[in-house]
């Protein structure tokens, strides 16, 4: 059985920064292209960014552009997901996937194949 377990989540003041982490077990994650969403109350899943297999392609949302990283440790079954200059806006419950990589390209959530359960990130002015 494939699990996702997202950590790093919690209150930081905007500007700040956090480390998001997502540990798999179940299945061995060094072929899979994987991403991060999150969904802020009231709101629609978004897409946040994805990285391929091997790291070597990474793309971003453009309102976390320059201020987010995603990486991965595939010796380790982990991504991370690198937060900077946090805004009140990044608050959301911050879900990682795995999922084919043009369904991840294409932001579509729809199209994932493994979730997490998600962990809250909330940002304060």
């Known amino acids: 059985q494939v699990q996702l377990v997202e950590s790093g989540g919690g209150l930081v003041q905007a500007g700040g920064s956090l480390r998001l982490s997502c540990a798999a077990s179940?299945?061995?994650?060094?072929?899979?292209?994987m991403g991060w969403f999150r969904q802020a109350p009231g709101k629609e899943r978004e897409f946040v960014a994805c990285?391929?297999?091997?790291?070597?392609?990474?793309y971003y949302t453009d309102s976390v552009e320059g201020r987010f990283t995603i990486s991965r440790d595939n010796a380790k079954n982990t991504l991370y997901l690198q937060m900077n200059s946090l805004k009140p806006e990044d608050t959301a419950v911050y879900y990682c996937?795995?999922?084919?990589?043009?369904?991840?390209?294409?932001?579509?959530?729809?199209?994932?194949?493994?979730w997490g359960k998600g962990t809250l990130v909330t940002v304060s002015s």
């Open positions: 996937a795995i999922g084919d990589w043009k369904n991840l390209r294409l932001s579509d959530y729809h199209g994932m194949d493994y």
């Open positions: 179940g299945r061995t994650i060094s072929s899979d292209s």
């Open positions: 990285i391929s297999w091997s790291g070597g392609s990474t």
